[in-house]
């Protein structure tokens, strides 16, 4: 019954280094989502995927980059870390689809990134 | 864009007693959802209760209860017998039916945190 599986959990890095966060669903859901969490504030949208084959810029895409590998994955790069990318990152997913058809976004349990 | 907004940044309630939790949105939109997460200090994201706005009826998920007042735009959160473990932060979250800017991601308030005394 694993959900939303994030790695690594914690990770440091230095400024300037390059590191990417996996995410993997096994729900067969076709959205997947990654949000990064900054204290006081709730969680703000990075990229998102809709469905296989597809991502698109959220609120907050500069300095991020995401592949959807196929349908279970969906990870995020940061190509050159910076210390305001230091947040605890959420991958999410969901079966979504238009009209009145509501499902609820499952998270993993986030990844603490600090950058130095 | 929607924004969701929760006024309380902390709150306090006796274990056994009723706290109701304030969230406002604003939107353009007719048909939307909104939802409560919890998140304990353990990190995880879960799903407390959700609403459908074409529903009138407020939905009830035993102890939790909201308040959904559609032409207000507000949408609050009624903990019922509180309990040591409803301690957390507690999210409200909007999402569209669909949204080309955003797909079908949530639009999160900054969290209210509960404080659970005995």
């Known amino acids: 019954n694993a959900g939303v599986t994030q790695t690594p959990k914690f990770q440091v890095l230095k400024t300037g280094q390059s590191m990417t966060l996996q995410c993997a669903q096994d729900?067969?859901?076709?959205?997947m989502y990654w949000y990064r969490q900054d204290p006081g504030m709730g969680l703000r949208l990075i990229y998102y995927?809709?469905?296989?084959?597809?991502?698109d810029k959220g609120e907050v895409p500069n300095g991020y980059n995401v592949s959807r590998l196929n349908k279970r994955e969906f990870s995020l790069r940061l190509e050159s870390a910076a210390p305001s990318q230091t947040s605890v990152y959420f991958c999410?997913?969901?079966?979504?689809?238009?009209?009145?058809?509501?499902?609820?976004?499952?998270f993993g349990d986030g990844t603490r990134l600090s950058i130095l | 864009a929607q924004t969701v907004t929760q006024s309380q940044p902390e709150m306090s309630v006796q274990e056994a007693e009723t706290v109701t939790l304030s969230c406002t949105y604003d939107?353009?939109?007719?048909?939307?959802?909104l939802f409560w997460y919890k998140q304990p200090p353990s990190r995880q994201m879960i799903l407390v209760i959700r609403?459908?706005?074409?529903?009138?009826q407020n939905a009830t998920e035993n102890r939790f209860s909201v308040n959904f007042q559609k032409a207000a735009k507000s949408f609050s959160l009624k903990i019922s017998d509180s309990q040591l473990g409803d301690a957390a932060m507690y999210f409200c979250?909007?999402?569209?039916?669909?949204?080309?800017?955003?797909?079908?991601?949530?639009?999160f308030g900054k969290g209210t945190s509960l404080l659970v005394t005995p």
């Open positions: 995927s809709a469905s296989e084959g597809t991502t």
């Open positions: 729900m067969n859901h076709n959205s």
């Open positions: 999410a997913s969901s079966y979504s689809s238009l009209g009145r058809y509501n499902q609820p976004q499952h």
């Open positions: 939107t353009s939109e007719s048909d939307y959802y």
């Open positions: 979250a909007y999402r569209n039916s669909y949204n080309s800017n955003s797909g079908y991601a949530l639009n």
């Open positions: 609403q459908e706005a074409y529903k009138q």
